[in-house]
């Protein structure tokens, strides 16, 4: 099972589509509401940092299945890539409450808490890859 779309953000469209892709997915994978939204919020989070701070990257939305000791597992995995500034201090970025933009500051902190798993890779001056999958219970 290996449904990937990758939509690439440089404008507030950009946004919206790979908000709409996520959701999708997320429905033809089988998450309920809630986490659909969950999925979508975090999406929304990672397409708007790309658009902010990268001007340009993409967002690439994949059904994953896995094997454990309960048997297959079923998620969606979100990678937000670009080739932007990359981020100086991570851990000062992954604090809650931390902002740049003026926003709330709910940002990556807030992308971390809604899935289930997050890996941040930023190389100063190359760019920036985010990782995160939800696991569909």
Known sequence: MSIQSCVEVHTEWGIVSARQAGRNLAKDVGFGNVDQARITTAI??????????????????????????????KGIKVTARDKGPGIKNVREVMSDGFTTSGGLGAGLPGVKR???EFDIDSVSGEGTVITTIKWLR
């Open 44 to 73: 929304s989070e990672l397409a708007r940092n790309i658009y902010l701070y990268a001007d340009k990257g993409e967002i690439c939305i994949e059904a994953i299945q896995e094997l454990d000791k309960h048997g297959a597992k």
């Open 114 to 116: 809604l899935m289930d």
